[in-house]
């Protein structure tokens, strides 16, 4: 169990996870692997969305040896988590909706859940707002136009504004004081959510939660392990032909030193 975090996501959300993953664990190798070929899967049909992270996820934590896998991706996270315990003899982390934390902070008893359509619409996330936010009135709202403003704005575009208030339109609308960003790919739109919302209404997500859990499953790894004096090694893998310029060049200034296509990097 001595070899890098894999983490996983559709796309460039699970990045907001490896951020807070790095605060943490600043010199960890990770290797961050997005299905950007599948992209969005909160529109996927769950079957073919299980089928294909199962046999990526297994295939790639096996090619690296990865000493913990994190789902970075609550939409794959609602489906998979148990298969993939099956799969595979290391610890599996997912992310979980902040439906609780947001419950407990309410003031009005009035939440919402921000995330993909596929996420707002699994038992597993009403089994959430059952078991946690029982005394809340709780809005859903789905979408998967936003996840693909966050890959633009990663990829070096200016965000959308006037399309970002028209999609938030029905949550400014709403009397919450609480929402939860149940989308990792929304943490990065994060300060333009602020803009448009105002500050009245507090924006929660799992990211720091998901960075803690994985500090703490990895003590001992981290512990025995001496990396003498080379670098963190940071590696992204995209399972499409491309991805654009714009998305590679932030990815390398993040400090990613290789950023390939999976086919490149796949045993024969
Ligand atoms: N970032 C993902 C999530 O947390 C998936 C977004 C998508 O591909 O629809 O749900």
């Not at 190798?29 to 073919?48: H, I, K, Q």
């Not at 919402?112 to 809005?139: N, Q, S, W």
């Not at 981290?222 to 590679?248: E, Q």
């Amino acid at each position: 169990m001595s070899g890098p975090i894999l983490i996983f996501d559709s796309g460039i959300g699970g990045l907001s996870i490896l951020d807070e993953i790095r605060k943490v664990i600043p010199d960890h190798d990770c290797c961050y692997l997005f299905d950007n070929a599948r992209l969005p899967y909160g529109e996927l049909e769950e079957s073919e969305l299980i089928t294909g992270c199962v046999s990526l996820i297994c295939e790639q934590a096996k090619q690296i040896n990865a000493a913990i896998v994190v789902v970075a991706c609550n939409s794959a996270s609602t489906l998979v988590l148990p298969i993939l315990r099956k799969q595979l003899s290391i610890p599996i982390v997912g992310v979980v909706p902040a439906i609780k934390p947001a419950a407990k902070m309410s003031k009005q008893r009035h939440i919402g859940l921000l995330a993909t359509p596929g996420t707002i619409k699994r038992p597993y996330t009403k089994e959430l707002i059952e078991a946690f936010a029982e005394e809340c009135r709780v809005d859903l709202f789905g979408s998967s136009e936003l996840v693909m403003l966050a890959e633009a704005k990663l990829a070096g575009a200016r965000v959308d504004m006037a399309k970002l208030a028209l999609l938030l339109g029905p949550i400014r609308e709403s009397a919450l004081d609480t929402l939860v960003l149940g989308c990792t790919h929304f943490p990065i739109l994060a300060p333009e959510i602020r803009q448009v919302l105002g500050n009245h209404i507090a924006l929660l997500d799992s990211g720091k939660a998901v960075a803690d859990r994985v500090a703490y499953l990895l003590v001992d790894v981290r512990a025995s392990k001496s990396k003498g004096n080379r670098d963190t090694d940071y590696r992204a893998v995209y399972t499409a032909d491309d991805i654009a310029l714009g998305l590679r060049s932030r990815l390398v200034e993040e400090g990613f030193t290789k950023v390939e296509p999976r086919s490149s990097t796949r045993l024969s």
